[in-house]
């Protein structure tokens, strides 16, 4: 399990160098209390990874100060200043769609798509009804 977790391994690589067959992995994970081991394991990793992160983040600032104070050119100078003055990261890429724009169609899931074009109406049509003997063929 700790291949798995801390190497980010397929199923088949991490058995592969624990010496365990696939079989034995999920015969095992069908196992409660190992199937929570792995994921106490995950969750640990996860803890450790965030708590690194912050101390890095605490680090680069650190490292940035003192960049700015000792550097001896301007342009290490201005990445020490780059770094303190940035800001967080910027909204992404706005899109904008015109739904009113003809050929539109937004079906949510689930929801069927009806169209509606017009029924002729008597004045508009022939006069000939498509039940009238004519219509039928040699049948009527």
């Avoid at 058995?15 to 365990?20: D, R, V």
């Avoid at 067959?21 to 803890?47: C, D, F, T």
Wanted: glycine share 8%; hydrophobic share 35%.
């Amino acid at each position: 399990m700790q291949y798995r977790v801390e190497n980010n391994l397929t199923i088949g690589e991490a058995c592969k160098l624990a010496g365990y067959s696939e079989a034995g992995w999920y015969l095992a994970m069908k196992r409660p209390h190992v199937a929570q081991e792995l994921e106490n394991m995950v969750a640990a990793y996860i803890a450790k990874a965030s708590a690194r992160r912050e101390y890095m983040k605490a680090r680069a600032y650190h490292l940035a100060e003192e960049l700015l104070e000792t550097a001896e050119t301007k342009a290490e100078k201005w990445k020490g200043v780059e770094f303190w003055t940035r800001e967080g990261p910027k909204a992404g890429a706005q899109v904008v769609v015109n739904v009113e724009s003809p050929g539109y169609a937004y079906r949510r899931p689930g929801e069927r798509l009806v169209d509606v074009t017009p029924m002729p109406t008597d004045a508009q049509s022939d006069g000939q009804d498509d039940e009238s003997p004519q219509n039928k063929g040699d049948d009527a």
